[in-house]
């Protein structure tokens, strides 16, 4: 049974880092690009990084670009998002995703066939 379990969300003042984990089962995690993206309540998803297989290649939306840090590890099938610098407007719930072609870097949710159970970060303004 394939499963993306996202955890480490929280509460945390502007400025402060959370780092958000994603255990992935059921799948050759090491095959698939996977993604983050957020959502706020009453606003459609946000994509917000992706990460190719051996994770040498990383996409990052502009509004997130050089605060927040996607990673993995292959050999744990855990996804990462490292924030940092965080702001009130990053107050969203945060999925990981897995695209049904593995090859899959895009931000067209359609391509997306798993879906974690999300984990909300709160940074208060």
């Known amino acids: 049974q394939l499963q993306l379990v996202e955890s480490g969300g929280g509460l945390v003042q502007p400025g402060g880092s959370l780092r958000l984990s994603c255990a992935a089962s059921?799948?050759?995690?090491?095959?698939?690009?996977m993604t983050w993206v957020r959502q706020a309540p009453g606003k459609g998803l946000e994509w917000v990084s992706t990460?190719?297989?051996?994770?040498?290649?990383?996409n990052y939306a502009d509004s997130v670009k050089g605060r927040f840090a996607i990673s993995r590890d292959n050999a744990q099938n855990t996804l990462y998002l490292q924030m940092s610098y965080l702001k009130p407007e990053d107050t969203d719930q945060y999925y990981c995703?897995?695209?049904?072609?593995?090859?899959?870097?895009?931000?067209?949710?359609?391509?997306?066939?798993?879906w974690g159970q999300g984990t909300q970060v709160t940074v208060p303004s």
């Open positions: 995703a897995r695209p049904s072609n593995p090859y899959y870097y895009g931000s067209n949710f359609a391509g997306y066939d798993y």
């Open positions: 059921g799948f050759t995690f090491s095959s698939y690009s």
């Open positions: 990460i190719n297989e051996d994770g040498f290649s990383t």
